[in-house]
């Protein structure tokens, strides 16, 4: 399985920014696919997780200023998209895609990023005031 992700960039305070996540290689008929994010001096934590019956689940920070979603497979491919508003200088981080095989659900994969198997290269993010 390979992750790779696209999108960050350095934007102000306010502004928006979509990540993309392309994966490929895999074969599952279920999966989670999720975000993180792990900023200067910080801990991973969960930004937002997508598991295979569609329940979405969002860490604590996010208050509806971030959404995640995929397209449909084709052929062991597809996208994941962190769609990101009213970014704050908080959010400055490097963000991460991560999937893994299983029908858990989306809030029992975000307890513990190693749960997950499969990692992008990450994508730096910076909010500057």
């Known amino acids: 399985v390979k992750l790779v992700e696209s999108g960050g960039g350095s934007v102000s305070v306010g502004r928006s920014l979509t990540l993309s996540c392309r994966a490929s290689?895999?074969?599952?008929?279920?999966?989670?696919v999720a975000w993180f994010r792990q900023g200067p001096g910080k801990e991973r934590e969960a930004v937002a997780g997508l598991d295979s019956e569609s329940t979405i689940t969002y860490g604590d920070f996010v208050n509806g200023r971030f959404t995640i979603s995929q397209d449909s497979v084709a052929n062991g491919e597809n996208t994941i998209y962190l769609q990101m508003n009213n970014l704050k200088p908080e959010d400055t981080a490097v963000y991460y895609c991560a999937v893994d095989e299983g029908s858990y659900s989306s809030g029992w994969y975000l307890q513990d990023w190693r749960r997950f198997n499969y990692w992008g290269q990450g994508t730096q993010v910076t909010v500057s005031s």
């Open positions: 290689g895999y074969r599952w008929s279920s999966r989670c």
